[in-house]
């Protein structure tokens, strides 16, 4: 038996453990600590369970060694508190029991064990039970320096999308207006979304309106969007025509996006004076044209692919113009609000936005619904929604 002791201490491999040993016997204390220090270990004794729950608390041991039969408070009441101490971190029980039985054993894997050795102690069973528990501790060691160095990049990912987010909120609210009529909500599923609303206007006779989805999300869906923003805030302030503007921003992106990203965008010119709309819808949900009683008269279905895809030559700049003439109301949405999931696994759906205007022809009786369809588990996908009222 010494050969295979010898064998065991010296095959293993594996760095030094501190093990706490709680036992009232010295006989079987000094047998112990006698193995384990000799393989190289940091031993801690104590004889009840009270100094065990202290020790553990002081001590902080790899793996504990704990009796079940012990004066006061017993090795399995003693198990529970420890487990109860540290419920998120994990370190091997292995109770020593004379009580072999079914039951107790089963008393004792409940209350927190990971596992028996049976007395009169077996020092190969022993060393060899330790050297099985050093592994699973050994790469649970390492699975949490891996979580730890996730958690800091994970962290500094979003510290910089952050930064990212607010350099992006920055360039919209220097390059958009506030426009009379015109109401924006955007909710992004991320830190940073892949949606855009933008507004501007033009010698104030007409206003724009840009709504884009970019494909994905996160970094690589907001990065399309910037030159999208520098186009439209230059192009619109001067007046120019909405297929001019789609043009540019489709030239632009398909320079810049690799092959297979695009960008959906719908955007809308409003001539309030002679109460004319032009609208381009590459990609994105149908443009709902409602009565001022909220009953949707007109939808302005996509006609195009997005930008993005095609080269100047193959690119479709025409547009639907439309002129109004009583009170009415454009609803444009990104394909996230449409397809917004509610904890009962219904989407939204365009029936949930006619039905939402029809109830109340308003930005924020719209607005409320969708938040009440999604409820607390918010959405998937960013979400965007722009309201414009025609007089």
Known sequence: MIMDVKNIIHGRGYAHLKILIADDTSANLDLMVAVLSH???????????????????AERPDVVLMDVMMPGIGGIEATRRIRALAPD??????????????????LGL????????????????????????QRIVELE???????????????????????????MEQMVAVSSMQLPGVELWLKPAANLGGDLLITQQFNQERDYILLADAMGHGLSAAFPLVPLVQVFSDIARSGKSVPMLVREMNARLSTLLPVGNFVAV?????????????????????????TGLGKVTKKFKSRHLSLGILRSDDFDDSTETFQWKGECCLTLYSDGLADAISADGIEFGEKGIIDALQRSCSHQSLKSAILAHIGEHGASDDISLATIKLQ
């Open 266 to 290: 719908t955007l809308i010119s409003v001539d309030r004076r002679h109460r004319f709309i032009e609208i381009w819808n590459g990609g994105n949900p149908p443009v709902l044209l409602g």
């Open 39 to 57: 393989a190289g270990h940091h031993v801690v004794t104590v004889n009840t369970g009270e100094d065990a729950i202290l020790s553990f608390q």
């Open 141 to 167: 060691d390492r699975l949490r320096l891996s979580n730890a160095q996730l958690k800091a990049y994970r962290d500094h990912s979003e510290r910089e999308l952050g930064m990212a987010r607010d350099l």
């Open 89 to 106: 971190h994990w370190v091997p029980i292995i109770f020593i029991s004379a009580l072999n039985h079914r039951d107790d054993m089963v």
């Open 110 to 133: 409940e209350a927190g064990g990971d596992d028996y050795l049976g007395k009169p102690i077996d020092v190969v069973l022993l060393l060899a039970k330790i050297n099985a528990t």
